[in-house]
């Protein structure tokens, strides 16, 4: 299918690879998360989560502190169905990359011209002691605005805490452009979010990987023969296919500090099969490129289903595909059918563990639904190939530094 770009297609997401997917496979499922677990802060809702790392994916440490960022929102004013009313990025540090303490929001009071924080990335900027720069998405709702952005500051710490400074001015980076990415007008289900920077080590660029829609006015999908792939007789696509348009969207940078970015097609679409792809994000390995996402059960397409968690794509031949479905269909992991929403926002890092937070548990006594906002255990899961495998699991919220930041002197900008 083409855009309205007359661009030549993405790789497809199909219903056939969609119909491989099996909730409860063994090597793809999360472990059930006990409905008792344990909470991070009882102050606020914490759910998407991203560590600091480099802008080649590995996480980094700062002065011997693990650093995460987390969308956040205070439990004593938003519940956790309206936390998206509330949402800021917050950071936490630890020792050793669990049990973590809460730091404060990143973002200055205001810095934000937008009313919410939504997900993103952070990056030490390559080559320099303690410059951090965030790549969020900057969400309005009336008029409905949702813009991947940038926010530069510094990052400090001592041996009893971590802290920023700066993070006071947001730059716009792109917005969706309505021909290959829906904007507002065409779709008002439109996604357009989650900004995740990285090098690509083929070319040297930097590219941002972020959660689209095909370029078209809702509902407007064909879903044909491409779009089904090879299916058994008499399998049926029902009408409803034709509101999924999820893509894996990617941009391109312009300059060295970040701020211009030139829209490119999508990696992936998912014309048929879902209308969410989110979070996406990369993990260069053994040559591979490994594109993973976040979807939902929700967001399937009529007549298909999956579990809520994170799915993948592999190419042989670059970020730029083409892209096959990891284990044929696409899941690597996602939440048992005993807990199916269990957990959500999985990321990949580039070690193989598998953080995400915890959204909602059935207390398996009185079948009451438990709020989560706090992170689920770690997985890990091992890439090989074109296959994925599920194969140790760690405390809740394990996120460790894969190494050290170098550090040399510099200004104490402390107030
Ligand atoms: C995934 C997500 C992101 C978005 C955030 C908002 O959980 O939907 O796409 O940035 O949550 O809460």
Redesign the pocket.
């Known amino acids: 299918m083409l855009n309205k770009a007359g661009i030549a297609e993405p790789s497809l997401w199909t219903r056939a690879d969609a119909m491989k997917v099996h909730t409860d496979d063994p090597t793809a499922t999360m472990p059930t998360i006990d409905y008792d677990f344990p909470v991070m802060t009882d102050k606020y809702w914490v759910?998407?989560t991203w560590p600091l790392r480099d802008i080649n994916g590995q996480v980094v440490s700062f002065q011997g502190w693990s650093v995460i960022f987390a969308?956040v929102a205070d439990r004593t004013k938003y519940g956790w169905h309206n936390?998206?009313d509330g949402?800021r990025i917050g950071y936490f540090y630890s020792r050793g990359g669990s049990n973590w303490i809460f730091g404060g929001h990143l973002l200055k009071d205001g810095a934000n011209p937008r009313s919410?924080e939504?997900?993103?990335c952070t990056i030490m900027a390559p080559g320099t002691a303690n410059s951090v720069e965030v790549f969020f998405?900057s969400?309005n709702d009336t008029p409905s605005e949702s813009v991947p952005a940038q926010c530069k500051g510094y990052i400090y710490a001592d041996d009893k805490s971590v802290w920023f400074d700066g993070f006071d001015k947001v730059t716009d980076l792109f917005q969706a452009d309505g021909l290959y990415y829906a904007d507002y007008a065409e779709n008002n289900f439109w996604?357009f979010?989650?900004p995740h920077v990285f090098i690509n080590p083929e070319d040297g660029k930097t590219y941002a990987l972020f959660?689209g829609n095909v370029a078209m006015e809702r509902g407007t999908v064909a879903v044909g023969e491409e779009e089904i792939g090879p299916v058994p007789p008499k399998t049926e696509t029902p009408d409803g296919a034709r509101y999924c348009a999820a893509a894996i969207g990617i941009a391109q940078a312009l300059n060295e500090a970040r701020t211009e970015w030139k829209l490119l097609p999508p990696l992936v679409t998912a014309f048929g099969v879902n209308d969410?792809t989110?979070?996406p994000h990369v993990v260069f390995q053994n040559g591979l490129t490994y594109l993973f996402t976040?979807s939902h059960h929700s967001t399937y397409a009529d007549g298909l289903s999956g579990p809520d968690g994170v799915y993948g794509f592999v190419s042989e031949n670059g970020i730029f595909g083409p892209y096959e479905p990891l284990n044929g269909s696409g899941l690597v992991l996602g939440g048992p059918a005993s807990q199916p929403t269990e957990a959500?926002?999985h990321y990949i890092m580039n070690n193989g563990l598998v953080e995400s937070?915890i959204n909602e548990i059935i207390d398996p006594k009185s079948g009451k639904v438990i709020a989560g906002g706090s992170l689920a255990p770690t997985v890990r899961v091992e890439l090989q190939g074109h296959e994925t495998f599920a194969t140790e699991v760690f405390d809740y919220g394990y996120i460790p530094a894969s190494y050290a930041w170098p550090v040399w002197p510099f200004p104490d900008r402390r107030k």
């Open positions: 759910w998407d969308l936390r998206n949402a919410w939504w997900s993103g998405t969400v996604d979010r989650d959660e969410q989110e979070r976040i959500y926002a937070f």
